[in-house]
């Protein structure tokens, strides 16, 4: 069996402007300026806690603060979850595509689950995924492999590509033995071709072709997860 897995944020969804609202709610309570959105998406990749401690280091407050601030930060989110965020273009018609050919679809993402599935629900994505890991599903988070080989194991594939647009996604890919597809419009700091992805791609109306080719190769080898 033959499926593509795919990371959210960054990479089917642009939803750094609503996770820059949520963090700059919980920092207007505590009488701090704004982030800007260049330094919140420098930040998004290892999930909420990780980056909410990030802002705390660089505004030097006291890390003591930190589950009480991830949880605000958090609440501000789950309120306004998907006023600012929109679907990268071409996401929806590559979504047909892969259905249409009969391939097998998954999501490894480390934003958390209820928020994941809200913005699914929202933008009507939820019907296209056969399974579906948030950060929290799991003890394990991204770069770790477990959740990718979860869904991985969910979907009973055989022959994987997994989708995403940072150096979280690429170690993730890496960790798990499985091919990687590279998102170049995300929220990756590292040089595109410093990542080892099998393939790049910036449109996705490119993907659907790029990935036939590359799961009608004999490369990818069945995995078999722990």
């Given at each position: 069996?033959?499926?593509?897995?795919?990371?959210?944020?960054?990479?089917?969804?642009?939803?750094?402007?609503?996770?820059?609202?949520?963090?700059?709610?919980?920092?207007?309570?505590?009488?701090?300026?704004?982030?800007?959105?260049?330094?919140?998406?420098?930040?998004?990749?290892?999930?909420?806690?990780?980056?909410?401690?990030?802002?705390?280091?660089?505004?030097?407050?006291?890390?003591?603060?930190?589950?009480?601030?991830?949880?605000?930060?958090?609440?501000?989110?789950?309120?306004?979850?998907?006023?600012l965020t929109t679907l990268y273009p071409g996401v929806r018609d590559t979504l047909d595509q892969l259905r249409t050919a009969g391939?097998?679809?998954?999501?490894?993402?480390?934003?958390?689950?209820?928020?994941?599935?809200?913005?699914?629900?929202?933008?009507?994505?939820?019907?296209?995924?056969?399974?579906?890991?948030?950060?929290?599903?799991?003890?394990?988070?991204?770069?770790?492999?477990?959740?990718?080989?979860?869904?991985?194991?969910?979907?009973?594939?055989?022959?994987?590509?997994?989708i995403g647009d940072s150096e979280v996604d690429a170690a993730t890919a890496q960790n798990a033995g499985v091919p990687f597809a590279?998102?170049?419009?995300?929220?990756?700091?590292?040089?595109?071709?410093?990542?080892?992805?099998?393939?790049?791609?910036?449109?996705?109306?490119?993907?659907?072709?790029?990935?036939?080719?590359?799961?009608?190769?004999?490369?990818?080898?069945?995995i078999s997860p722990t």
């Amino acid at each position: 069996m033959h499926a593509l897995i795919f990371d959210l944020d960054g990479t089917l969804i642009d939803s750094a402007p609503d996770i820059r609202a949520a963090v700059n709610s919980m920092l207007q309570s505590l009488g701090e300026p704004p982030m800007t959105l260049a330094e919140i998406t420098s930040y998004i990749g290892n999930g909420l806690p990780h980056l909410v401690r990030l802002v705390m280091q660089s505004r030097r407050i006291d890390p003591v603060l930190h589950s009480t601030l991830t949880q605000r930060t958090l609440a501000a989110y789950h309120a306004d979850e998907t006023t600012l965020t929109t679907l990268y273009p071409g996401v929806r018609d590559t979504l047909d595509q892969l259905r249409t050919a009969g391939l097998r679809l998954g999501l490894c993402t480390n934003k958390p689950f209820v928020p994941t599935q809200a913005i699914l629900d929202t933008f009507g994505l939820t019907d296209y995924f056969d399974a579906v890991i948030g950060g929290d599903s799991l003890p394990q988070r991204k770069p770790d492999p477990t959740p990718l080989r979860h869904v991985i194991t969910a979907l009973k594939a055989t022959h994987v590509l997994y989708i995403g647009d940072s150096e979280v996604d690429a170690a993730t890919a890496q960790n798990a033995g499985v091919p990687f597809a590279l998102f170049t419009e995300g929220y990756r700091k590292a040089p595109a071709d410093s990542l080892g992805a099998s393939l790049l791609f910036s449109d996705f109306t490119q993907l659907w072709p790029e990935a036939a080719a590359h799961l009608a190769a004999p490369t990818p080898t069945p995995i078999s997860p722990t």
